[in-house]
Nanobody
Framework: QVQLVESGGGLVQTGGSLRLSCAAS????????MAWFRQAPGKEREFVAG????????HYADSVKGRFSISSDNAKNTVYLQMDSLKPEDTAAYYC????????????????WGQGTQVTVSS
């Protein structure tokens, strides 16, 4: 099991930036992939960005390509999501997730989830 704790959310104006962090503890060596998902009120949780824990492979949702960047610091067992050029439609609770099997954009592929951090973008 891996425990995940997100931080870095907040309120920002349109066009602004935020950086989210996700610290992993427990058994981070077992992690194969980590990802960020988000969920807006009344909507399903959706994939935002993911990274292979050892390979460094990254993948992004079309809606955030060119604006968001995912990275990892394996020495600190931490994954980051740099969010630039934020839009009101980026407003959501952002969740960090990890699994030990496969890189995936599906929520069902992830066994470990953080508690979420709220990002609100004002227009």
């Amino acid at each position: 099991q891996v425990q995940l704790v997100e931080s870095g959310g907040g309120l920002v104006q349109t066009g602004g930036s935020l950086r989210l962090s996700c610290a992993a503890s427990g058994s981070p060596r077992e992690v194969y992939a980590m990802a960020w998902f988000r969920q807006a009120p009344g909507k399903e949780r959706e994939f935002v960005a993911g990274i292979g824990w050892k390979s460094g492979y990254t993948h992004y949702a079309d809606s955030v390509k060119g604006r968001f960047s995912i990275s990892s610091d394996n020495a600190k067992n931490t994954v980051y999501l740099q969010m630039d050029s934020l839009k009101p439609e980026d407003t959501a609770a952002y969740y960090c997730a990890a699994n030990n099997r496969i890189f995936s954009t599906r929520t069902s592929a992830y066994d470990n989830w953080g508690q979420g951090t709220q990002v609100t973008v004002s227009s």
